[in-house]
T-cell receptor, first 113, second 110 residues
């Protein structure tokens, strides 16, 4: 079975550039989550969707971050413009049902120079 | 106050040892509890859910104490392959939002 798929796996960019991270959840899962992980702050929830609708984006750091889920099999997290402090590992996770096990993708390692 | 607090360790134990990790959470209305495992440079993966009655999966035992808002994980007969970071995870009151502890690092030494 295919798990959560994320692309790219690694991204190196320069400050000020736009970055787009992509996620394909597990088929049939109705919840999708975007997380960011850093050494200092651990794993933080940025935003989550239920049936493609954003439910809680209170974790999105600022207006430079935006997320969309145009259909049940695809989501994007965009950072524009990127800054060095955005460097982190960004994980996408999906689950079926409320409060159930979340399955994580392999993550995107982002480095903003 | 953080939603979930864990001792970051590191815990360095010999093979065959028993090791216990603890975690406290702040929201008494939390509904779901889990332990996840994260290997270096990998994604977190579910180790086990934690139920009020306590539950066991092979060498792993998880306990939940709602009154004290405390979760524990016990690993018996540690294996080299148990070396990882263990993340305590607690849901919010609505059940959807998960709060992750910063993780406890375990290294099992030959």
């Amino acid at each position: 079975d295919a798990g959560v798929i994320q692309s790219p796996r690694h991204e190196v960019t320069e400050m000020g550039q736009e970055v787009t991270l992509r996620c394909k959840p597990i088929s049939g899962h109705d919840y999708l989550f975007w997380y960011r992980q850093t050494m200092m702050r651990g794993l933080e929830l940025l935003i989550y969707f239920n049936n493609n609708v954003p439910i809680d984006d209170s974790g999105m750091p600022e207006d430079r971050f935006s997320a969309k889920m145009p259909n049940a099999s695809f989501s994007t997290l965009k950072i524009q413009p990127s800054e060095p402090r955005d460097s982190a590992v960004y994980f996408c996770a999906s689950s079926v049902g409320q409060g159930k096990t979340q399955y994580f993708g392999p993550g995107t390692r982002l480095l903003v120079l | 106050r953080k939603e979930v607090e864990q001792d970051p360790g590191p815990f360095n134990v010999p093979e065959g040892a028993t090791v216990a990790f603890n975690c406290t959470y702040s929201n008494s209305a939390s509904q779901s509890f889990f332990w996840y495992r994260q290997d270096c440079r990998k994604e977190p993966k579910l180790l086990m859910s934690v139920y009020s009655s306590g539950n066991e999966d092979g060498r792993f035992t998880a306990q939940l104490n709602r009154a004290s808002q405390y979760i524990s994980l016990l690993i018996r007969d540690s294996k080299l392959s148990d070396s990882a970071t263990y993340l305590c995870v607690v849901s919010g009151a609505t059940g959807n939002q998960f709060y992750f502890g910063t993780g406890t690092s375990l290294t099992v030494i030959p």
